[in-house]
């Protein structure tokens, strides 16, 4: 069972449209959630992290965790072109990691048409 | 607000070349990796470092060596280009404690010929 699983996508959706971005994970050590939104050719860049189960809220983005079922989602809602990315689900805390590492999902790319 | 940049945002080398990939923070983040990224691989970890002079290797450190002189320069070397290296390079920082978020860089596009 790979430790992080996530769909790669392309995810399309017309503007405007909600979109859900899910990754689901084995370790159940993991402690920190986090969304990193990768535009091409660019490096990644932190969305937001979560800790706890439930939803946290910034602007149009939503994260929300469900650790019983091993489950995180992003969700962006009024979605635009320039929501158009690879979205990255991270995960990391895990005791066992040492030294603040990383897991991260491979990414599902989404694309926003005008 | 918080930086990584790395030296150069493309590069092409011959087979056989050493070539140096540098990386600075300016967030004092004692954390640092070196990640490359290719489609449909994600990011693989190559080695980080938890400290000056400290490096742990990756998931593939193979055929790459990396130097922490300094708290805020980290660099990547390639001893000896291989084609296979060609991908794309990632550099991030990180504190030691707390959710251990990781700050990127804008990456290296290296092409190895």
């Known amino acids: 069972q790979k430790e992080v699983e996530q769909d790669p996508g392309p995810l399309s959706v017309p503007e405007g449209a909600i979109v859900s971005l899910n990754c689901t994970y084995s370790?159940?050590?993991?402690?920190?959630f986090m969304w990193y939104r990768q535009y091409s050719r660019k490096g990644p860049e932190l969305l937001m992290y979560?800790?706890?189960?439930g939803n946290k809220e910034d602007g149009r983005f939503t994260a929300q965790v469900d650790k019983s079922s091993k489950y995180i989602s992003l969700f962006i809602r009024d979605s635009q072109p320039s929501d158009s990315a690879t979205y990255l689900c991270?995960?990391?805390?895990?005791?066992?990691?040492?030294?603040?590492?990383?897991?991260f999902g491979k990414g599902t790319m989404l694309l926003v048409s005008p | 607000d918080v930086k990584v940049t790395q030296s150069s945002r493309y590069l092409v080398k011959r087979t056989g070349e050493k070539v140096f990939l540098e990386c600075v923070q300016d967030?004092?983040?004692?954390?640092m990796f070196w990640y490359r990224q290719d489609p449909g691989l994600g990011l693989r970890l190559i080695y980080f470092?938890?400290?000056?002079?400290?490096?742990e290797k990756g998931d593939i450190p193979e055929g790459y060596s990396v130097s922490r002189e300094k708290k805020e320069r980290f660099s990547l070397i390639l001893e000896s280009a291989s084609t296979n290296q060609t991908s794309m390079y990632l550099c991030?920082?990180?504190?030691?404690?707390?959710?251990?978020?990781?700050?990127f860089g804008p990456g290296t596009r290296l092409t190895v010929t």
């Open positions: 991030a920082s990180s504190r030691p404690r707390g959710a251990g978020e990781q700050y």
């Open positions: 370790n159940s050590a993991f402690q920190y």
């Open positions: 979560t800790y706890s189960s």
């Open positions: 991270a995960f990391g805390g895990a005791l066992n990691s040492g030294y603040s590492t990383l897991t």
């Open positions: 967030m004092d983040h004692e954390n």
């Open positions: 470092s938890y400290d000056v002079k400290m490096k």
